[in-house]
């Protein structure tokens, strides 16, 4: 009786054992996961930020503005310049300005033609 | 008693020996379990974040961002090169590698550096880009190495610096939001830095970028051409009472605080205090209004100046004869005005004015708010001075403060640079006037921009219906007001049916210039640099443009103008 009940025990130790010791180097192995994923985490925030920034850097309206007076010729927008959505059939040119028929004239199609190429 | 019943009583005791041990044996073990448990599963739930000790000793900071989530202020994370000369082993190779990624390195210092062999560390270059960094690393070149250090940067320059301040080299906040955010405590401040918080947010600015800049473009300009000393702005949403811009030239680069030292680049909308002048008047009419003294038919005597004792108050456009309250308005009778807050009585002048704030020092997020300079004694000649705006100095800002009340029905609500709802807004505020004085006032603004001396701000600015009052102070120059030396303002708001935003604009000591026929005064520079700027901004605030047909052929014309032009 009590050797059935001790090999029933030494039997329980060794299954316990080896699965302690399987959850811990799986443990392990996530621990290390975890670690690394968090540093790619912070490495990542990190990149935002300085994306974020550059962005800033690179879109502020002063240098905006400078490069639209160099190089476009637009100006700010003029109050009879907006017009509202009912009102926007009336406020049609009578011919389009480009004729999307010919594709020379449609600088958007022009360049999807060359993307096809 | 029997050999038998000896063994057994043996047995027995053996049996409860046994017990005792094994008992004794499973208390200890549940003791230990106790123990794990506690140690590894209790403790565990509530400690699963262990704070990692620093390696650095500078808190982080949080992002600044302006209303639309723009980046006005960050933390960024910089490498800097340094060379262990020890570990080099060719140093023309290691020179010629560094300096294929920063050619601007002078190679002989370079070379002097490197060929120390005792030495075991020498900076190279600070603050490299990090595509430098990358560069360099994938070169390879031994000895080299880089030490991360954070540095805070402001991608917009000089745009709203005032508003933000700036920082000393230890990341501390020395003006501006970077103070304030400091003052909230320094812990809070890096809490809201820290990426891991799911709540984590960057301090967000009442602030739009795209209309501070509009704003500070105009005034630069206004100060350039009319050759000022320097110019101020504010935009102040009526609802919520968010300060959407602010603008105070000459101002600074947070990059370089040296130049936040300069006395001229004071904030001039908080930290000075100015006698404001005709504008006040705006607040001696709501106070008349709303004491029900005056209505819109009253007539004031203007016939002949004022006599207070031995003082004698003068109309700068004198009409001598009697003005309706509309006409006091837009001829900006100092004497009309000052006969109004005779009729409210000394008494009821002060309770109004304290009432408005205008008493107190008033405390928004920026630090080094000025207080009020005020009239020791409050007598008969300081109402009548302190009606059109002479004899106290207030902040700019409590000026926009009162109008931004006057035109949102009359509720006066505490100012704020950071982001504010118009939910949080409700229940802030107080009343000030009654909608009625409100409306009232909305009525003369409008008048004024239409047939008064704001005129040429609607003309500019056509189309966003504002209105407005305009002020020319003189300032005081060595104890005596001086004719040359003049505050110029202008304060209005926009679309006048229904204000959603208050503007104010200053310049300071402006100049009479070629096209202003040898004036100075507010109509000839202030007003129109304000109506520039709402044309401007209302677009960017989401304003409609409402046009009438004489007004739409009037554009049209300057249009076809500046198309001749270029």
New interface residues.
């Given amino acids: 009786m009590l050797k059935v009940v001790n090999s029933f025990l030494v039997l329980g130790l060794l299954v316990s054992a080896w699965f302690v010791y399987s959850q811990e180097h799986s443990i392990r192995k996530g621990e290390r996961e975890i670690i690394k994923a968090k540093r790619l985490i912070k490495k990542e925030r990190e990149d935002i930020r300085l994306l974020d920034a550059e962005w800033s850097l690179l879109s502020r309206p002063e240098r905006l503005q400078k490069l639209a007076e160099k190089h476009l010729k637009m100006a700010p927008v003029a109050a009879d310049q907006f017009v509202e959505v009912k009102q926007l059939a009336a406020k049609l040119p009578e011919k389009p300005l480009f004729n999307p028929a010919s594709s020379n004239t449609d600088p958007i199609a022009r360049m999807l033609k060359e993307l096809d190429r | 008693m029997s050999d038998q019943q000896k063994w057994s009583d043996g047995r027995i005791k053996g049996q409860n020996r046994l017990r005792l041990v094994l008992m004794g044996f499973t208390l200890c073990f549940m003791v230990i379990t106790g123990r794990l448990v506690q140690l590894s599963i209790v403790n565990g739930m509530f400690k699963v974040e262990q704070k990692q000790a620093s390696h650095e000793s500078r808190l982080p900071r949080p992002?600044i961002v302006d209303r639309n989530g723009?980046?006005?202020a960050?933390?960024?994370?910089v490498a800097s090169l340094y060379a262990n000369p020890s570990k080099i082993i060719d140093i023309d190779e290691a020179i010629e590698l560094i300096t294929s990624v920063f050619p601007s390195l002078d190679v002989a210092v370079l070379r002097k550096r490197l060929s120390n062999r005792k030495k075991k560390f020498v900076w190279l270059k600070r603050e490299i880009s990090?595509a430098q960094r990358d560069a360099l690393y994938d070169l390879g070149v031994p000895g080299i190495y880089f030490r991360n250090e954070t540095v805070r940067?402001y991608?917009?320059?000089r745009?709203a610096a005032h508003v933000l301040g700036y920082v000393d080299v230890d990341s501390r906040g020395l003006a501006g939001i970077e103070k304030y955010l400091d003052d909230q405590g320094a812990l809070y401040t890096a809490s809201l830095a820290d990426?891991a918080r799911q709540a984590a947010l960057p301090a967000q600015l009442a602030l739009d970028?795209?209309v501070e800049?509009?704003m500070s473009?105009e005034i630069a300009k206004a100060v350039e051409h009319f050759k000022a000393k320097a110019g101020a702005g504010i935009v102040m949403n009526v609802h919520t009472g968010e300060v959407v811009s602010m603008v105070s030239l000459p101002d600074f680069d947070p990059a370089y605080p040296k130049e936040a030292q300069n006395k001229r680049a004071i904030n001039r909308i908080t930290t000075g205090v100015y006698e404001l002048g005709s504008v006040i008047k705006a607040v001696t009419f709501a106070m008349a209004f709303e004491a029900g003294v005056m209505n819109l038919k009253s007539r004031y005597d203007a016939r002949a100046p004022l006599v207070i004792g031995r003082a004698k108050i003068h109309d700068f456009h004198a009409q001598r004869r009697i003005l309706t309250v509309p006409e006091v308005f837009l001829h900006s009778s100092n004497i009309g005005t000052a006969r109004m807050a005779l009729d409210v009585g000394l008494e009821g002048h002060q309770d109004f004015l304290r009432k408005a704030g205008m008493f107190d020092k008033l405390k928004a997020e920026l630090p080094g708010a000025a207080a009020p300079i005020l009239p020791r004694k409050w007598g008969k000649l300081t109402t009548v001075t302190a009606a059109f705006g002479h004899g106290f100095a207030i902040q700019p800002l409590q000026g926009a403060r009162v109008i931004v009340a006057l035109m949102n029905g009359g509720i006066l609500l505490p100012p704020t640079f950071l982001k504010r709802g118009r939910e949080a807004a409700e229940g802030l505020g107080t009343r000030l006037v009654s909608k009625d004085t409100s409306d009232k006032m909305r009525y003369l603004f409008r008048l004024n921009a239409t047939e008064g001396t704001a005129r040429k701000a609607d003309g500019l600015?056509?189309?966003?219906r504002l209105g407005g009052k305009t002020g020319t102070a003189e300032k005081v120059v060595n104890g005596r007001y001086s004719k040359d030396h003049r505050l110029n303002t202008f304060v209005g708001a926009f679309p006048m049916e229904d204000p959603q935003y208050v503007i104010l604009l200053m310049l300071d000591e402006p100049k009479a210039v070629p096209g202003t026929f040898g004036y100075a005064t507010s109509g000839w520079n202030a007003v129109p640099t304000a109506g520039k700027v709402v044309?401007?901004i209302a677009?960017l605030l989401g304003i409609?443009?409402k046009?009438s047909d004489a007004?739409?052929a009037k554009?049209?014309k300057k249009?076809m103008k500046?198309a001749e032009v270029h």
């Fill in positions: 992002d723009v980046v006005l960050s933390d960024l994370k990090p940067v991608p917009n320059g745009l990426p970028s795209r800049f509009a473009d600015a056509m189309g966003y044309a401007r677009p409609m443009p046009l007004d739409r554009l049209a249009h500046k």
